[in-house]
């Protein structure tokens, strides 16, 4: 099972792996003052890359947030449900309407 955990360990996993890219390119360019301009497009283009994948990261956790609230949200609202049918007397008439078939007096609310 695919866990967050583990989408985690993965993004960081990767992040290293470009770190290492980035500083074996960034090597590969020499440290005079002739390289500079070439530095400074290097720089940016790698923060470019690390602010798209941070806002792609932070989308990803944003949505599965909302999922998983969501889904607390619609747990929450069909457990107070079964309670005001079933534990309470709320909405014992109706129950016992449904439980006995007697249909007359729902039709007219359902229709």
Known sequence: MFTRWQSRTYIVLGMCALAL?????????????????????FLTGISTIIVALGAVYAGYIGIADYREKTRIEKTKWLSD??????????????????????MEDIRGLVL
């Open 21 to 41: 890219v980035v500083f074996r390119v960034g090597w590969e360019l020499r440290r005079s003052p002739e390289y500079l301009a070439a530095w400074g497009n």
């Open 81 to 102: 449900l079964f309670k005001q049918l079933f534990v309470d007397q709320t909405f014992k008439r109706i129950r016992q309407k449904l439980d006995f078939n007697e």
